[in-house]
């Protein structure tokens, strides 16, 4: 979604971060724009919802060959050979801001985003002039979740900046002696979350739809991850399910000839476990495939309905037969394949969360 420049602080509509007098491209060369971003505060991820609260800060430089010293009507000719936009000639200001513009914009914010902005012109010692331009933004932005490995999953922090003009006018890059960075210090869900220190910038195109069809547009995607902490679904939705497990196989005590009683302890256990199945939901979107949280749930559940079904066929049988006097090993049997399920999901969560 586009962002409405106002100028100053303020909630902005579905417009682009662009110039004031709309000068998009020149159509006679492609330009090189060279970006920076600065994740100066990220707030509650939203695991459900798919989204982000941040606040960011953007440069984003090109050189402007109009006000090169000698091209442009430069009233300090003999002056600094590089001054901000506030210390040049009042008209030349005013180039700087009425000349050629990227036309970027944040594909990925969700609704409103508070949005501010500065530009300030320089040049180098050859009399090269470049623009510079300083967003401050804060909003909400989305990000889709992969969580086959919940709740042992780390997520990407992707902030997209992209122009609304073709690949054929106008090249993004990462600035190359100004690193991206992220302020871990400010993190403000940090009981839920462990965010890395990096940014990793990536240059991709989007797809948007034109006047005249869908159009490829440059983009540069802002990265940074936060891996989850574990332990609060370890702790209280998986452990207490491997306890009630563990106390199916007290079910055993049961003479086994008292089906009734076996089979209502066995379906206690099993719908308990099937209310933590139900609270892990309401902790994820839904998806069409199971997490690691999900695939430990159902594997307590998978155990929990074989052992009913043991006690129901057992119950068949005369006390005299010779199950009755080997149903010990049943138990040593249904223990030792929990154990070995456990061990295969522990296997899945090391291999698959390596980086």
């Known amino acids: 979604m586009e962002i409405r420049d106002s100028g100053e602080v303020g909630f902005g509509g579905a417009t682009r971060l662009g110039g004031d007098c709309g000068v998009a491209g020149d159509g006679k060369l492609?330009?090189?724009v060279f970006l920076?971003?600065?994740?100066?505060?990220?707030?509650?991820?939203?695991?459900?919802?798919?989204?982000?609260?941040?606040?960011?800060?953007?440069?984003?430089?090109?050189?402007?060959?109009?006000?090169?010293?000698?091209?442009?009507?430069?009233?300090?000719a003999g002056g600094a050979s590089s001054a901000a936009a506030s210390d040049v000639a009042p008209s030349e200001s005013n180039a700087a801001t009425c000349h050629w513009h990227p036309d970027l914009y944040i594909d990925n914010s969700i609704g409103d985003l508070m949005h501010r902005r500065d530009r300030e012109l320089s040049r180098n010692s050859s009399g090269e002039a470049f623009v510079l331009e300083r967003h401050s933004l804060r909003g909400?932005?989305?990000?889709?979740?992969?969580?086959?490995?919940?709740?042992?999953?780390?997520q990407?922090?992707?902030?997209?900046?992209?122009?609304?003009?073709?690949e054929a006018a106008v090249e993004l890059q990462e600035m190359p002696d100004k690193p991206s960075r992220v302020f871990t210090s400010t993190f403000t869900d940090e009981q839920e979350w462990s965010l890395h220190t990096h940014v990793e910038a990536s240059k991709t195109?989007?797809?948007?739809?034109?006047?005249?069809?869908?159009?490829?547009?440059?983009?540069?995607?802002?990265?940074?991850?936060?891996?989850?902490r574990a332990t609060f679904?370890?702790?209280?939705?998986?452990?207490?399910?491997?306890?009630?497990?563990?106390?199916?196989?007290c079910v055993f005590g049961i003479d086994r000839q008292n089906l009734q009683g076996r089979l209502q302890l066995s379906f206690i256990l099993l719908l308990t476990t099937v209310t933590f199945k139900f609270v892990i939901a309401n902790h994820i979107p839904r998806v069409s495939y199971l997490t690691m949280l999900d695939k430990a749930v159902m594997h307590n559940l998978l155990f929990l309905v074989l052992l009913s079904i043991w006690h129901s066929v057992a119950s068949l049988f005369p006390a005299t037969h010779s199950l009755q006097a080997n149903e010990k090993y049943a138990i040593i049997v249904f223990a030792g394949v929990y154990v070995l399920g456990i061990c295969v999901i522990l296997l899945q969560i090391v291999f698959g969360t390596l980086p």
């Open 36 to 76: 920076r971003l600065v994740f100066t505060k990220i707030g509650d991820i939203d695991t459900v919802r798919e989204c982000f609260d941040a606040s960011v800060y953007l440069e984003a430089q090109w050189r402007e060959p109009s006000l090169d010293f000698g091209v442009a009507n430069d009233r300090n």
């Open 205 to 228: 195109s989007v797809i948007s739809d034109s006047q005249i069809g869908p159009r490829q547009r440059p983009a540069v995607q802002f990265s940074t991850r936060a891996t989850r």
């Open 233 to 249: 679904y370890v702790v209280n939705i998986w452990f207490v399910s491997f306890i009630l497990c563990m106390l199916a196989l």
């Open 140 to 154: 909400r932005f989305f990000e889709r979740m992969e969580l086959w490995h919940f709740p042992f999953d780390t």
């Open 156 to 166: 990407d922090i992707t902030v997209t900046v992209c122009s609304n003009l073709p």
């Open 30 to 32: 492609r330009r090189q």
